[in-house]
């Protein structure tokens, strides 16, 4: 069946833009997650939906990182008047419950120049 | 707070060479255990899993873990490494009731055909 996936996949943006990532996670899937991974390190997390609900938004980095799920399926991380320290790669996992194995996306490469 | 520490940045082995890769955490509580891969060009995906029973688990490719609760380890092991498994490893933690996971900074290995 069809996996996780991220659109873009690549995003160049200048300095004080504002971005939009989409994330479609397998159906069916209650949890989702979003991950920043900057260049050498692990995914590092950035907040978890529980359906259409927001669980856990602790890892956001700032006011101008905002996550919706408004029905439950399709998310969208939007950063607003990005920075250059916002480049990194964008990772989206699905789960079918909370605490089990996530499924990732191929992760969005967001680069700010 | 959780943190996962994986102790090797870089491995590099000849075919048929044992691996052993290391991952320790730090939790104040009952955990899930996993080990990701990433092979070159592809999404992070499930090599294995723990989260109850018998603390040596197995999973895809002939790879297995073991979890040592005393010290706090989840190390990866293959008996006999194959050129495909040039890869980047990551090691991760959930707490039994958290969605979130922790992820180490990953250990990239690779195999000499």
């Known amino acids: 069946g069809a996996g996780v996936s991220q659109s873009p996949r690549y995003k160049v943006a200048k300095r004080g833009q504002d971005v939009a990532l989409r994330c479609d996670p397998i159906?069916?899937?209650?949890?989702l997650f979003w991950y920043q991974q900057a260049l050498g390190q692990g995914p590092e997390f950035l907040t978890y939906?529980?359906?259409?609900?927001?669980?856990?938004k602790s890892g956001l980095p700032s006011d101008r990182f905002f996550a919706e799920r408004p029905e439950g399926s399709v998310s969208t991380l939007k950063i607003q008047r990005t920075q250059q320290e916002d480049s990194a790669v964008y990772l989206c996992?699905?789960?079918?419950?909370?605490?089990?194995?996530?499924?990732f996306g191929p992760g969005t490469r967001l680069t700010v120049t | 707070a959780q943190s996962v520490s994986q102790h090797n940045h870089h491995v590099i082995l000849s075919e048929a060479a044992s691996l052993e890769l290391g991952c320790n955490y730090s939790y104040g509580g009952t955990v899930n255990l996993f080990w990701y891969v990433q092979y070159p060009g592809q999404h992070l995906q499930l090599l294995l899993k723990?989260?109850?029973?018998?603390?040596l688990v197995k999973g895809i490719k002939g790879f297995e873990a073991e979890f040592i609760k005393s010290k706090f380890s989840f190390n990866l092991r293959k008996p006999s490494v194959q050129w495909s498994d040039t890869a980047e490893y990551f090691c991760?933690?959930?707490?039994?009731?958290?969605?979130?996971?922790?992820f180490g900074d990953g250990t990239t290995l690779t195999v000499k055909p």
């Open positions: 723990y989260f109850s029973g018998d603390p």
């Open positions: 159906s069916g899937h209650v949890s």
């Open positions: 996992a699905s789960s079918p419950r909370p605490i089990y194995e996530q499924y």
């Open positions: 991760a933690v959930n707490g039994h009731n958290a969605g979130k996971s922790t």
């Open positions: 939906f529980q359906n259409e609900a927001q669980l856990d």
